[in-house]
C-alpha cells in the first residue's frame, strides 16, 4: 500500500488549528460548568472514588507547586505556544504530528486563558481545576491537563517511532540517501569505465 502524500503546510495548519480551538473550547466550557454547578473545595462523587469533582483554583503548576511563581508558568504556557504556532506554519506536513499539536495547543491555551483572564488578574490567574481520579493519582486537574499530558506522551511516541514532522520517517530517509549514494557511486564507476574505453581506443589507434 502507498503511504499517502504529506500534508500541505495550509493543511496541517488548519488541523492544528481547529483542533486547538475545539479543544479550547471543551476545556472553558468545562470549566464554567465547574464554576456554576460545584461546591467550591468540596467533593463531589461522580462514580464512587473512581471519579470525584472537587472544585479549586490552582495558583501554582500540579500538585499546586509553585503557587508563589504563577508569571512563570505563564510565560511557559505563552511559549509552548509560540513554538507549536511556529512549527504548524513553517515545519509540520504529517497528519499524526498536525494532530498531536492542535490538540496540545488547545490544552496549552485553555490553561493560558486562566493564567492571562481568571482572577486575580493577568499574568497570575488562577487555573481553574475541578477533575479528581484519586485511583490514578492525588492531583486535581481539568480538561485542559488531560490533552496536554496525552499529547505530550503522544509527540514522545512520534519522536521514538522516528517519524518527523514533515512526515517523512527515519529508515526512509535513510534509505534514500543510501541510494542517492549508490546512484552517485554507480555514475562514477560509469565514467571512468567510459575513460578507460576512451584511453584504450586511443592507444590502439
Do not use: C
Request: aromatic share 8%; charged share 15%.
Amino acid at each position: 500500500m502507498a503511504d499517502r502524500p504529506p500534508l500541505r503546510k495550509a493543511a496541517a495548519g488548519a488541523i492544528i488549528a481547529v483542533l486547538a480551538v475545539v479543544v479550547l473550547a471543551a476545556d472553558q466550557f468545562t470549566k464554567q460548568l465547574a464554576l456554576e454547578n460545584l461546591p467550591y473545595e468540596q467533593p463531589v462523587p461522580v462514580i464512587g472514588d473512581f471519579l470525584i469533582f472537587y472544585l479549586v483554583r490552582n495558583p501554582g503548576a500540579a500538585f499546586s507547586l509553585g503557587e508563589g511563581v504563577t508569571w512563570i508558568f505563564t510565560i511557559a504556557l505563552a511559549a509552548v505556544a509560540v513554538a507549536i504556532v511556529w512549527l504548524a506554519a513553517t515545519r509540520v506536513k504529517s497528519r499524526l504530528w498536525a494532530v498531536a499539536l492542535g490538540l496540545l495547543l488547545g490544552g496549552v491555551l485553555g490553561n493560558l486563558t486562566d493564567r492571562m483572564f481568571r482572577e486575580p488578574g493577568f499574568p497570575v490567574g488562577h487555573v481553574i481545576d475541578f477533575i479528581n481520579t484519586p485511583w490514578m493519582m492525588p492531583a486535581i486537574y481539568n480538561i485542559a491537563d488531560i490533552f496536554i499530558v496525552s499529547m505530550m506522551i503522544g509527540v514522545a511516541l512520534l519522536v521514538l517511532v522516528g517519524l518527523h514532522l514533515d512526515g517523512t520517517r527515519e529508515r526512509k530517509a535513510a534509505a534514500i540517501d543510501a541510494e542517492d549514494g549508490d546512484g552517485a557511486s554507480a555514475g562514477g564507476a560509469g565514467s571512468d569505465g567510459e575513460a578507460d574505453a576512451a584511453a584504450s581506443d586511443s592507444s590502439k589507434g
